[in-house]
């Protein structure tokens, strides 16, 4: 007998998602940028999981942001 992967479905909007990443992280970083860093790092990683490789283009996330570094 196959095990089922029971998995949890939140309703939720991108905003608020966004705004409890940043607040988690800023609640454990030592500055700002480092914050906002673990957050695109984190939202990303679930996006990853979330849609395939195939499913997301993730171009542009390996070149800093003009003027700010939030990914490297």
Same mark, same amino acid.
């Given at each position: 007998?196959?095990? =089922?992967? &029971?998995?949890t479905?939140?309703?939720?909007t +991108?905003?608020? !998602?966004?705004? $409890?990443a940043?607040e988690?992280?800023?609640? =454990?970083? &030592?500055?700002?940028?480092e914050?906002?860093? +673990?957050?695109? !790092?984190?939202? $990303?990683?679930?996006?990853?999981?979330?849609?395939?490789p195939?499913?997301?283009?993730?171009?542009?996330?390996?070149?800093p942001?003009?003027?700010?570094?939030?990914?490297?």
């Amino acid at each position: 007998m196959k095990a =089922h992967n &029971q998995r949890t479905r939140i309703d939720t909007t +991108l905003g608020e !998602l966004i705004a $409890v990443a940043s607040e988690v992280a800023f609640e =454990h970083s &030592q500055s700002a940028e480092e914050a906002y860093t +673990l957050t695109s !790092l984190v939202l $990303v990683e679930m996006l990853k999981k979330r849609f395939g490789p195939t499913e997301i283009d993730l171009a542009g996330f390996d070149e800093p942001t003009p003027g700010k570094i939030y990914l490297q």
